[in-house]
Nanobody
């Protein structure tokens, strides 16, 4: 019943941009902390960005700060990740995740209870 579905991934050249979206169904996540993580082949899944349940606080990995922006649309029960100035090292499967009710942004995977299936982002050099 509960499902998170990412979309918006694709192939882009270095310096380009993409906007990922995560749609939630089965239950509302408007007041839950939400996060984006990514996993490249052969590497561990890593934190990318998070937003608080209130929507007023965000956190970003150092590698993406200043280039990526996380946001949410409570009315649509969605969370987005705007990615600018993409680099080849951004290539990965990107996952959205739902965390705690009115929670703070968190970088830890263990703090998220629901995960999407992922969407592929490939950045060519």
């Amino acid at each position: 019943q509960v499902q998170l579905v990412e979309s918006g991934g694709g192939l882009v050249q270095a310096g380009g941009s993409l906007r990922l979206s995560c749609a939630a169904s089965g239950r509302p996540f408007s007041n839950n902390a939400m996060g984006w993580f990514r996993q490249a082949p052969g590497k561990e899944r890593e934190f990318v960005a998070a937003i608080s349940g209130s929507g007023f606080s965000t956190d970003y990995a150092t590698s993406v700060k200043g280039r990526f922006t996380i946001s949410r649309d409570t009315a649509k029960n969605t969370v987005s990740l705007q990615m600018l100035s993409l680099k080849p090292e951004d290539t990965a499967v990107y996952y959205c995740a739902a965390g705690r009710y009115f929670g703070d942004p968190t970088i830890y995977m263990r703090d998220y209870d629901y995960w999407g299936q992922g969407t592929q982002v490939t950045v060519s050099s």
